[in-house]
């Protein structure tokens, strides 16, 4: 970081396109030229600068608008360490390959392990002139080319065969600028596009011809002196930069690497030492992009300046600032880091991605992006528990609620772009981290009220303070900071303020309360109150949750938000079912590496699951579906969120996607493998039997329910229930006592419906019949899963 902000120092920011220096102007790192007429771009290398390691980073700075393509403004693409070599008439691009070193070996052996895995050249520059120590090269095979990878992600996507049609392609002189340490360079490419697709047809001017502005910086890389890569800690909660280290020994792992982080260093060394709060030489410095309009630009400042304060924990003020971007400043300009303002078709990911040196692991540059979609989600949270005010409102605006949110997620965007992975358990422990995905707390208060009072943080929280402080105190030699991180690691877990990452909190792990979008100290608790917030929500649902005048097909995805409430609550609940809790635990810190969860915890938990998708907690009112119509002409399906078939709501199929959820999640293969390891190990454990039984008591063994309306429901939970069991008796990849409990349980399904008189309810004795044939099709090994009845899980965009 300090080297990047010295670029704000220096005396000149006057481009090189076709403008020579001034000769009291520091040198530019390397000059660039745009030869309009020959639609050229030209470097001028300085000898000085040949076989000298630099960055090459590359921006989008142009989007296609649509999530599904991948393509954003602001979105970063890859960064890629290179030298310009010589070779005769040409300059090349060498990239040597930094995931394989041996830091701690001889000279040999460095070569030995650089020489195991191949390095890259990116491109090839034909010298065109050498005068005054400058090289003269035609670069514009490299830049007027595809080198961020547009035409891949139009493949990917099925939008047609791309390609960069060079002679309606170009570079803008007035963003192609070179400066002391660092070189800008915008092209502007328009790609011929075979075979478009239905995105492309929709959302470009021209399907056969969309154009795409790739910012390309060549940067020169941080010196080596005054940042000391700090090595990573499972514990610590922070993306990496790792390698092969082949000058290990052999109790080693041949694996290594470095947390990310940015440059801080105390202008007082001394002061900072005796623990006075003091000011770093270089802060580290945000931009807000200048199409943020307001509210939400005093939002993004506020939520990005709660770094600030925890910055202080670390020993530094006024160490983090966001600000305005200057005027005149070019956005993609790689001194500054961008708070981008990103708007697409529908909704998708706000994302906190970095620069790094990939030989220590030290950030040099972000461009954070921030979605503007997110706050429609938002208020259709809102506006969908509106009619359940009461006379005195919600008590918070719908803009206080969604700013609440969009300052909570600028902090957790900017979290990454300091360095910190999610962690999926604050949510758990007091709302630690701004890192975990929060959904809002609301709670039913007095007389059946929703109380939005404490929907989201206000602050970050105590497991961003430890991580703060384990990347960014500032030691002055290493056996002071392998001292003082192991003081920081010994707090964390003296605290109990853990960190739980993405890859242990999906649908099929195994801590409850590592569960993305929940708020509450136990899944229990999370469920009993989302219930009930959702009971209250449902009971007093009308058309108040839209505006007067707006069409009434849009109470479609307010009414959705209401229906599903408690999703992801139940998700984390589920995992208490073969669920085992467990710590990131290094040998000697004391922590207890796994604990099954116990048995009652597990059997309480499976009954609250399935309470859940009972009939008539399935149901919808009957004055909500005839509240809501299709959509009209000239209305916008993609609003429409709820299924139908045809003109009216489908309550079944909505019904039916939450119990396949639910059922699902359940007897999701990992799991159900882990309830029968655990009773291996341990006979008061469920088992599968356990399970297996309990579920289709609350299913297929329950009375018939006794209105048509939950009848209907009822049957759509039986039939989740068959299909998931046919899943899984059929599934190779299974235990094997997992398959053969459940095709135990089939049998013994198939026995049970064949000794039952028929019903005079004729869809129940058709749903049976069909059951009975499709077991009698697995037994004998003809089953096809495509050829079930399925309901599809409904998505909702992320809070």
């Keep these: ?76 693409g890859g960064e890629v360490v290179f030298r310009f070599e010589r070779r005769g008439r040409r300059v090349l691009m060498v990239a040597d390959n930094w995931t394989s070193r041996a830091p701690a070996a001889d000279a040999a052996g460095q070569r030995a392990a650089a020489e195991a895995f191949p390095r890259a050249v990116l491109a090839s520059f034909p010298i065109e002139s050498e005068a005054d120590g400058l090289l003269t090269v035609d670069a514009t095979g490299f830049f007027l080319t595809d080198t961020y990878g547009v035409g891949e992600s139009l493949r990917r996507a099925q939008q047609g065969s791309a390609r960069v049609d060079a002679a309606r392609s170009w570079f803008e002189s ?92 105390p202008k007082d060394p001394a002061a900072y030492a005796r623990g006075v709060p003091t000011e770093p030489t270089n802060p580290i410095i945000y931009y807000l992009d200048p199409g943020i309009p307001e509210p939400y630009k005093s939002a993004f400042r506020e939520g990005g300046n709660w770094w600030n304060t925890v910055f202080e924990a670390a020993g530094f003020k006024n ?14 300009d790689a001194r500054y880091n961008l708070i981008y303002w990103v708007h697409r078709n529908g909704p998708g990911p706000s994302v906190g991605p970095s620069f790094s040196d990939p030989r220590t692991g030290e950030i040099v540059r972000t461009v954070v992006r921030m979605d503007s979609y997110r706050s429609l989600v938002d208020y259709n949270i809102w506006a969908g528990l509106v009619p359940a005010a009461g006379a005195r409102g919600l008590g918070v605006s719908a803009e206080a609620f969604a700013m609440a949110r969009r300052r909570q997620h600028t902090a957790h965007e900017i979290g990454h772009t300091l360095g910190l992975s999610h962690n999926f358990i604050a949510a758990s422990q007091g709302r630690s981290s701004v890192m975990d995905y929060p959904f809002p707390l609301v709670s039913v208060g007095a007389n059946n009220t929703i109380d939005l009072s404490q929907a989201y943080a206000p602050m970050a929280g105590a497991w961003d303070s430890l991580a703060i402080r384990y990347g960014y105190t500032w030691y002055p030699n290493a056996q002071a900071e392998r001292a003082g991180l192991d003081r920081i ?22 801590i409850p309360n590592a569960t993305r979008w929940v708020e509450g100290a136990s899944m229990t608790d999370a469920v009993n109150r989302t219930m009930a917030v959702r009971r209250v929500a449902m009971q007093a649902f009308d058309e108040r949750a839209i505006q007067p005048g707006e069409p009434m097909y849009l109470l479609s995805m307010r009414f959705l938000h209401v229906y599903l409430h408690h999703r992801y609550s139940l998700e984390g609940l589920i995992k208490t079912v073969g669920g085992m809790d467990f710590r990131y635990a290094l040998r000697g810190d004391g922590q207890v590496p796994t604990t099954v969860i116990p048995a009652a915890e597990q059997r309480a938990a499976l009954t609250m699951v399935l309470d859940a998708v009972q009939p008539a907690q399935l149901e919808v009112p009957e004055r909500v579906l005839a509240l809501i119509p299709p959509v009209p002409p000239g209305g916008d399906a993609t609003y429409d969120w709820l299924p139908r078939a045809g003109s009216t709501v489908d309550q079944v199929e909505l019904g039916g996607g939450l119990a396949t959820e639910v059922i699902e999640g359940l007897m999701d293969r990992e799991r159900m493998n882990r309830v029968a390891l655990f009773f291996a190990r341990d006979r008061q454990q469920m088992n599968i039997h ?19 309306s939950q009848q209907a429901l009822q049957r759509a939970l039986r039939r989740v229930v068959l299909n998931t069991m046919l899943d899984r008796a059929g599934d190779a990849r299974a235990d094997a006592d997992v398959r053969q409990v459940v095709a135990y349980h089939l049998d013994a399904l198939r026995q049970r419906l064949q000794g039952q008189s028929p019903t005079p309810a004729i869809a129940n004795q058709a749903l049976r019949e069909a059951a009975l044939r499709e077991i009698a099709v697995f037994f004998d090994g003809r089953d096809d899963p495509s050829k079930r009845t399925r309901y599809p899980v409904i998505a909702l965009p992320w809070p």
């Design 1 to 76: 970081m300090r080297t990047i902000l010295r670029f704000l120092r220096a005396a000149v920011l006057m481009p090189l396109a076709g403008v020579t220096l001034a000769a009291q102007s520091p040198a530019p790192l390397v000059g660039v030229r745009v030869d309009a007429d020959r639609n050229k771009l030209l470097l001028e290398i300085p000898q000085a600068q040949l076989n000298k390691d630099l960055l090459h980073q590359s921006v989008l700075a142009t989007g296609a608008g649509v999530n599904a393509l991948g393509l954003d403004r602001g979105q970063v």
């Design 174 to 265: 007035d963003r192609t600028k070179a400066f002391p340490r660092n070189v800008e360079i915008h092209a502007v490419l328009t790609f011929s596009v075979d075979n478009a697709g239905p995105a492309l047809r929709r959302w470009a001017a021209d399907p056969s011809a969309p154009v795409f502005e790739i910012h390309h910086s060549i940067v020169a890389l941080p010196e080596a002196d005054g940042f000391r890569p700090r090595q990573a800690d499972p514990r610590s909660g922070y993306f990496g930069t790792g390698f092969l280290d082949f000058s290990q020994g052999l109790d080693g792992t041949y694996r290594a690497g470095f947390i990310n982080r940015w440059r801080l260093i």
């Design 690 to 708: 356990e399970l297996m039984e309990t579920i289709l008591n609350r299913s297929w063994y329950a009375p018939d329910a006794t209105t048509p």
């Design 489 to 510: 690691t010994q707090e964390m877990l003296r605290r109990d303020v853990r960190f739980i990452a993405d890859q242990h909190a999906g649908a099929d792990g195994s």
């Design 319 to 332: 160490a983090f600032q966001v600000r305005d971007l200057p005027a005149g400043a070019d956005p993609m």
